[in-house]
């Protein structure tokens, strides 16, 4: 018997007043909120029947990780429904109040729920969660808004499964994305002189999940400061993330390069340096991620090309040797990518 589950609510439940999906979020939530009723999760049963004789399989192996092509990896979150249980309760019972404040500190995983990759496998669902963020303050209603997004991304690809394929905004189709193989390499490796950026791309490649901010700085930085196509960014998020999600990891791609559903306005482009003192201000961060760049001083460390030779000296840094420049200029980048998106959007 199959029961609805992967979401809150099945996709496709809810409709604006003249019976069309909703393409902006808050009005969804609204919605959402003034209709859902979320049942709780029934309590494990006390016992379960035999397996039948007719559908066991006594003689299947399951194969090992190295049969299967996969190295294992000691830096995945651990998983299974035992541990995502207790990431559950330990969130909801330490790190749910500040959840407002601390999801957007880099260096603070404990400031985040963590629980993204167990909502994607199921190994706790989607009302368990619901229903552990139940309580008052800005930190439980901020992150049952996360939730919320988790619900209108699934709903909208129910009704739209062609944006995995094409943007959402049908005025972004025939964008003008640039071929950049050495930027791409470069972000892809985590060399393009950002340490933001630089520690983002590392985090992935070596543990299978980006902290939320850093995945929207990076993301602008492919998207925006090199114009190269959101869907490179996202085949790539989607082969390594652990938490890969279709339908969140497409929005949020299409959300940073602007063409996506309720997205962020094209000409917004995050300046990684400003981004990284605000929220990785001691550079903890970065100097976990980017290790050459561990001596640097907090006040250079999302800056360290532009370090006084003397500090970059004292931290054991030679620009272009243990770290690169950087690829671009942020205000020159920043301009050419506004300068595309005028020139497209204006046809």
């Known amino acids: 018997t199959l029961f609805e589950g992967e979401t809150l609510l099945p996709p496709g439940t809810l409709r604006t007043s003249s019976g ?11 919605a959402f909120l003034d209709i859902a009723q979320i049942a709780r999760p029934l309590a494990a049963p006390a016992h379960l ?74 190994t706790v669902s989607a009302r368990a969660v619901w229903h552990a963020a139940s309580g008052d303050g800005r930190g439980a209603e901020v992150f049952r808004n996360e939730l919320v997004w988790r619900e209108f991304t699934h709903s909208t690809l129910w009704d739209r499964p062609d944006v995995l394929e094409h943007s959402f905004r049908r005025d972004f189709e025939g964008f003008p994305w640039r071929h950049d193989d050495a930027g791409w390499q470069a972000w892809v490796d985590g060399r393009t002189g950002f340490p933001v950026v630089d520690a983002a791309a590392r985090q992935l490649l070596a543990t299978g999940f980006v902290h939320n901010r850093a995945r929207m700085v990076a993301a602008s930085f492919l998207t925006k400061h090199l114009a190269i196509d959101y869907r490179r960014g996202e085949a790539h998020y989607l082969r390594w993330l652990t938490d890969g999600d279709w339908a969140q990891n497409n929005f949020n791609w299409q959300w940073s390069a602007g063409s996506g559903c309720d997205a962020q306005p094209y000409f917004r482009v995050f300046n990684p340096r400003l981004q990284g003192e605000k929220f990785d201000p001691d550079g903890d961060y970065v100097r976990r991620w980017v290790p050459e760049l561990a001596r640097m001083p907090a ?8 370090a006084p030779g003397d500090v970059l000296e004292r931290a054991g840094v030679a620009i272009g040797r243990d770290y690169p420049a950087p690829i671009v200029k942020h205000a020159d980048a920043r301009e050419r990518f506004l300068e595309l998106a005028r020139n497209h959007l204006r046809k």
């Open 20 to 30: 069309v999906p909703y393409s902006v979020f808050t009005p969804f939530k609204r």
């Open 49 to 122: 029947p035999a397996v039948p004789v007719d559908v066991r399989a006594d003689n299947a192996r399951i194969p090992s990780c190295e049969e299967l092509g996969i190295t294992p990896n000691d830096r995945v979150l651990e998983p299974g429904e035992r541990a995502a249980r207790r990431r559950l309760e330990t969130f909801a019972s330490s790190s749910l109040r500040s959840y407002d404040r601390a999801r957007d500190m880099l260096a603070d995983e404990a400031g985040t729920s963590r629980l993204s990759q167990d909502l994607k496998f199921g």
């Open 299 to 306: 006040k250079w460390i999302h800056s360290p090309s532009a």
